[in-house]
Protein backbone atom coordinates (compact mmCIF):
# COMPACT_ATOMS: atom_id res chain seq x y z
CA UNK A 1 0.00 0.00 0.00
CA UNK A 2 1.17 3.63 -0.98
CA UNK A 3 2.26 5.23 2.21
CA UNK A 4 -0.08 7.78 3.70
CA UNK A 5 0.49 11.40 2.54
CA UNK A 6 1.45 13.93 5.66
CA UNK A 7 -1.04 16.38 6.49
CA UNK A 8 -0.70 19.38 5.13
CA UNK A 9 0.75 22.34 7.49
CA UNK A 10 -1.06 24.68 9.15
CA UNK A 11 -0.60 28.24 7.68
CA UNK A 12 -0.38 31.05 10.27
CA UNK A 13 -3.91 32.41 7.97
CA UNK A 14 -5.83 29.88 9.93
CA UNK A 15 -4.58 30.66 13.59
CA UNK A 16 -6.97 33.61 15.49
CA UNK A 17 -4.87 34.80 18.37
CA UNK A 18 -6.59 35.53 21.67
CA UNK A 19 -5.05 37.27 24.12
CA UNK A 20 -6.86 36.25 27.97
CA UNK A 21 -7.25 39.77 29.68
CA UNK A 22 -10.99 38.47 31.21
CA UNK A 23 -9.62 37.90 34.38
CA UNK A 24 -10.63 39.60 38.23
CA UNK A 25 -6.45 40.29 38.59
CA UNK A 26 -6.91 39.15 42.50
CA UNK A 27 -3.39 38.81 42.99
CA UNK A 28 -2.92 42.22 41.78
CA UNK A 29 -5.25 43.72 44.26
CA UNK A 30 -8.59 43.24 41.68
CA UNK A 31 -6.59 46.12 38.96
CA UNK A 32 -7.16 44.64 35.39
CA UNK A 33 -4.27 43.00 34.46
CA UNK A 34 -3.67 43.29 30.67
CA UNK A 35 -3.77 47.23 31.13
CA UNK A 36 -0.65 48.14 33.46
CA UNK A 37 1.57 49.35 32.22
CA UNK A 38 5.44 47.62 31.64
CA UNK A 39 7.75 50.23 29.83
CA UNK A 40 5.12 52.33 29.38
CA UNK A 41 2.98 49.99 27.59
CA UNK A 42 -0.28 48.10 28.79
CA UNK A 43 1.17 44.22 29.81
CA UNK A 44 -1.91 43.17 27.06
CA UNK A 45 -0.04 45.50 24.03
CA UNK A 46 2.94 43.53 24.55
CA UNK A 47 1.04 40.55 23.96
CA UNK A 48 -0.54 41.24 21.29
CA UNK A 49 2.69 42.84 19.63
CA UNK A 50 3.93 39.35 19.90
CA UNK A 51 1.01 37.29 18.66
CA UNK A 52 -0.04 39.80 15.90
CA UNK A 53 3.11 38.17 13.10
CA UNK A 54 2.25 34.85 13.98
CA UNK A 55 -1.68 34.83 13.17
CA UNK A 56 -4.27 35.96 10.73
CA UNK A 57 -6.38 37.57 13.02
CA UNK A 58 -6.28 38.69 16.49
CA UNK A 59 -8.93 39.00 19.34
CA UNK A 60 -9.33 40.07 23.26
CA UNK A 61 -10.64 38.29 26.11
CA UNK A 62 -12.22 41.34 28.22
CA UNK A 63 -14.77 41.79 30.44
CA UNK A 64 -13.69 45.61 32.28
CA UNK A 65 -12.57 48.29 30.36
CA UNK A 66 -13.76 47.05 26.38
CA UNK A 67 -12.90 49.67 25.29
CA UNK A 68 -9.72 50.26 26.04
CA UNK A 69 -8.57 47.01 25.07
CA UNK A 70 -10.43 48.53 21.79
CA UNK A 71 -8.46 50.89 21.23
CA UNK A 72 -5.39 48.65 22.19
CA UNK A 73 -6.44 46.38 19.29
CA UNK A 74 -6.95 48.85 16.98
CA UNK A 75 -4.18 48.73 14.90
CA UNK A 76 -4.57 45.13 13.93
CA UNK A 77 -8.22 45.21 13.94
CA UNK A 78 -8.42 42.94 16.85
CA UNK A 79 -12.01 42.60 18.30
CA UNK A 80 -12.77 42.25 21.96
CA UNK A 81 -15.02 39.87 23.00
CA UNK A 82 -16.38 39.17 26.59
CA UNK A 83 -17.43 35.75 28.59
CA UNK A 84 -20.88 34.50 28.02
CA UNK A 85 -20.52 33.17 31.44
CA UNK A 86 -20.85 34.82 34.41
CA UNK A 87 -18.61 35.79 37.61
CA UNK A 88 -15.08 35.40 35.63
CA UNK A 89 -15.56 31.76 35.42
CA UNK A 90 -11.43 31.14 34.53
CA UNK A 91 -9.41 31.18 31.12
CA UNK A 92 -12.05 28.54 29.81
CA UNK A 93 -14.59 30.87 29.56
CA UNK A 94 -12.03 33.08 27.35
CA UNK A 95 -10.85 30.77 24.83
CA UNK A 96 -14.56 29.30 24.64
CA UNK A 97 -15.54 32.79 23.74
CA UNK A 98 -12.69 33.23 21.74
CA UNK A 99 -13.73 29.74 19.67
CA UNK A 100 -16.75 30.77 19.38
CA UNK A 101 -15.76 34.03 17.60
CA UNK A 102 -13.10 33.13 15.71
CA UNK A 103 -13.26 32.88 12.35
CA UNK A 104 -10.07 30.71 11.35
CA UNK A 105 -9.93 26.92 12.13
CA UNK A 106 -7.27 26.84 15.18
CA UNK A 107 -7.41 29.47 17.84
CA UNK A 108 -3.80 30.60 19.71
CA UNK A 109 -3.98 31.58 23.20
CA UNK A 110 -1.73 33.48 25.49
CA UNK A 111 -2.43 35.05 28.79
CA UNK A 112 -2.73 39.10 28.95
CA UNK A 113 0.34 38.61 31.39
CA UNK A 114 3.52 37.36 29.24
CA UNK A 115 4.93 39.74 27.38
CA UNK A 116 7.33 37.32 26.22
CA UNK A 117 5.47 34.72 25.20
CA UNK A 118 7.76 32.96 21.89
CA UNK A 119 7.99 34.40 18.75
CA UNK A 120 7.55 30.77 17.32
CA UNK A 121 4.73 29.92 19.45
CA UNK A 122 1.79 29.65 16.82
CA UNK A 123 4.61 27.72 14.44
CA UNK A 124 5.23 25.55 16.79
CA UNK A 125 1.99 24.34 18.46
CA UNK A 126 0.72 24.61 14.90
CA UNK A 127 3.39 21.87 13.57
CA UNK A 128 2.89 19.35 16.65
CA UNK A 129 -0.89 19.34 16.03
CA UNK A 130 -0.65 18.44 12.87
CA UNK A 131 2.37 15.73 12.36
CA UNK A 132 0.56 14.57 16.19
CA UNK A 133 -3.03 14.58 14.52
CA UNK A 134 -4.63 16.18 17.55
CA UNK A 135 -6.95 19.35 17.70
CA UNK A 136 -5.44 20.91 21.12
CA UNK A 137 -1.57 21.50 21.33
CA UNK A 138 0.15 23.26 24.61
CA UNK A 139 3.76 24.32 25.87
CA UNK A 140 5.93 22.96 28.35
CA UNK A 141 9.74 24.23 29.80
CA UNK A 142 11.58 22.09 31.77
CA UNK A 143 14.34 24.19 34.89
CA UNK A 144 17.40 22.81 35.39
CA UNK A 145 16.62 20.12 37.42
CA UNK A 146 14.84 18.78 34.34
CA UNK A 147 11.09 19.49 36.25
CA UNK A 148 8.90 19.49 33.42
CA UNK A 149 6.17 22.40 33.56
CA UNK A 150 2.76 22.65 31.34
CA UNK A 151 1.45 25.94 30.48
CA UNK A 152 -2.00 25.60 29.51
CA UNK A 153 -3.18 28.79 28.67
CA UNK A 154 -0.41 28.76 26.13
CA UNK A 155 -2.16 26.86 23.69
CA UNK A 156 -3.19 26.12 20.00
CA UNK A 157 -6.83 24.68 19.97
CA UNK A 158 -9.14 23.49 17.24
CA UNK A 159 -12.56 25.70 17.23
CA UNK A 160 -14.57 22.54 16.48
CA UNK A 161 -14.23 22.02 20.22
CA UNK A 162 -16.34 24.59 21.23
CA UNK A 163 -19.49 22.53 21.54
CA UNK A 164 -17.50 20.08 23.86
CA UNK A 165 -15.66 23.25 26.17
CA UNK A 166 -19.46 24.76 26.68
CA UNK A 167 -20.68 21.37 27.96
CA UNK A 168 -17.82 20.91 30.40
CA UNK A 169 -18.68 24.30 31.51
CA UNK A 170 -22.18 24.30 31.61
CA UNK A 171 -21.28 21.18 33.60
CA UNK A 172 -19.67 23.46 36.87
CA UNK A 173 -16.26 22.34 35.70
CA UNK A 174 -13.42 25.05 35.19
CA UNK A 175 -10.03 23.06 35.30
CA UNK A 176 -7.92 23.67 31.77
CA UNK A 177 -5.95 20.58 32.18
CA UNK A 178 -8.92 18.55 33.39
CA UNK A 179 -10.86 19.57 30.29
CA UNK A 180 -7.45 18.90 28.05
CA UNK A 181 -7.85 15.46 29.75
CA UNK A 182 -10.59 14.45 27.86
CA UNK A 183 -8.95 14.92 24.62
CA UNK A 184 -5.23 13.91 23.14
CA UNK A 185 -3.09 17.39 23.57
CA UNK A 186 0.26 17.42 21.72
CA UNK A 187 2.78 18.98 24.15
CA UNK A 188 5.61 20.56 22.53
CA UNK A 189 8.86 21.31 24.68
CA UNK A 190 10.33 25.32 24.58
CA UNK A 191 13.95 26.06 26.19
CA UNK A 192 13.09 29.18 27.29
CA UNK A 193 11.15 29.44 30.34
CA UNK A 194 11.48 33.30 30.68
CA UNK A 195 9.33 32.93 27.46
CA UNK A 196 6.41 31.79 29.45
CA UNK A 197 6.77 34.09 32.58
CA UNK A 198 3.75 35.74 33.90
CA UNK A 199 3.82 39.01 35.83
CA UNK A 200 1.63 38.11 39.18
CA UNK A 201 1.81 41.18 41.29
CA UNK A 202 2.10 44.95 41.14
CA UNK A 203 5.36 44.61 42.98
CA UNK A 204 7.20 42.54 40.11
CA UNK A 205 5.10 44.41 37.56
CA UNK A 206 7.48 47.59 39.36
CA UNK A 207 10.59 45.19 39.29
CA UNK A 208 10.34 44.71 36.07
CA UNK A 209 9.63 48.22 35.02
CA UNK A 210 12.67 49.35 36.47
CA UNK A 211 15.34 46.60 35.29
Given at each position: ?????????????A?T?L???G??G??M?G???G???LH?K??A?HV????APQVG?????????RD??AE?G??W??QV??????????P?AGL???????R?????SAP???P????????R????A???D????????A?????V???P??A???TS??SD???F?D?GE?K??A??A??T?A???FA??????????L???A?L???
Open positions: MPATSPAPAIPAALGVLAGRQRGVDKLQRGPLALARLALAISANRNVYLAPQAIADTLPDYPGLLAGLRAATEWLLCDSWLPADLGALAEARAQTLIATATTNAAGESLHVFLVHLALAALARVRWYRHAEVADERAFYNVNSQELDDRA
